[in-house]
């Protein structure tokens, strides 16, 4: 018969306290000192008394080992638990206000995603997304972050005043061109070398997607791009989103970046 070595540490270690228990009630009940007490009998309380403090030192401290990591994972697991409702709580009053919104608008399925334009893993979701558009109908609310500094603020800007054309093709061409690699790559050497004058890097790709450079320019400098940016940082705190991609698929969190498939099966 096989026995869990967990049980028998249990069991060896409460043997141990139990006999820490009978010494000490021996030594209370058989062997009070008295001012007849030889030495040898002194000397055998002493190592009695010892024995009985290891058996309860040792005994305490192998129930600790076997059952502190379970009260830890426990109070941790109701803990992560708390923080998850509460954050499904709060997702539910998120909606795609603030967002640039692609895909079908009036689809039954809403995914928001909190993204940073820079952030590798967001680029790789964006194009995850993108293939699990194509395959169901669903709706893509993207709330860009700045995560990154200057030069994701500054991409945030343009793909907002992208999206306030109210084109929808062209945004969602824009956001294939600013999410390739290709792309990204001249961008970070193009904004580290010359960011006051980066929109004259910007005008290749926003006329590659159709618009009017001009219009975007004048665009970056609307107050509600700011509004929008500011609104989507208060709900990112709310959330408690510190980290990017993070993502809310029919109002469930899910943080982190998923794969298609992983998507459309929470669909």
Do not use: W
């Amino acid at each position: 018969m096989n026995i869990n070595p967990l049980i028998m540490l249990n069991i060896s270690s409460i043997l141990m306290l139990l006999i820490a228990v009978a010494i000490l009630i021996f030594l209370s009940m058989k062997l009070q000192p008295s001012k007849k007490s030889g030495v040898k009998l002194l000397a055998a309380r002493a190592s009695l008394s010892m024995l009985a403090t290891m058996f309860i030192i040792c005994g305490f401290v192998r129930l600790a080992v076997i059952h502190i990591p379970y009260l830890l994972q426990s109070t941790g697991g109701a803990m992560q638990e708390k923080q998850t409702k509460s954050k499904s709580k709060a997702a539910k009053h998120i909606t795609d206000e603030n967002a640039i919104i692609v895909g079908n608008l009036e689809a039954k399925n809403t995914i928001i995603v909190f993204t940073d334009p820079l952030c590798g893993y967001c680029v790789k979701l964006h194009h995850e997304l993108v293939e699990v558009a194509k395959l169901k109908d669903v709706k893509l609310a993207f709330k860009q972050l700045a995560f990154q500094g200057p030069a994701s603020q500054t991409l945030v800007k343009y793909s907002l005043a992208v999206y306030l054309e109210n084109d929808l093709k062209k945004t969602e061409k824009f956001l294939e061109i600013i999410s390739g690699q290709e792309f990204l790559t001249k961008y970070r050497k193009a904004f580290a070398a010359d960011a006051k004058n980066i929109d004259t890097f910007f005008s290749t790709y926003i006329k590659e997607a159709g618009l009017d450079t001009a219009k975007i320019k004048k665009g970056l400098k609307s107050s509600k791009i700011n509004k929008m940016i500011a609104e989507v940082n208060v709900e990112a705190r709310t959330l408690g989103v510190r980290g990017t991609p993070y993502m809310i698929i029919n109002g469930k969190v899910n943080p982190g970046y998923l794969p298609a498939d992983r998507i459309l099966d929470m669909l």
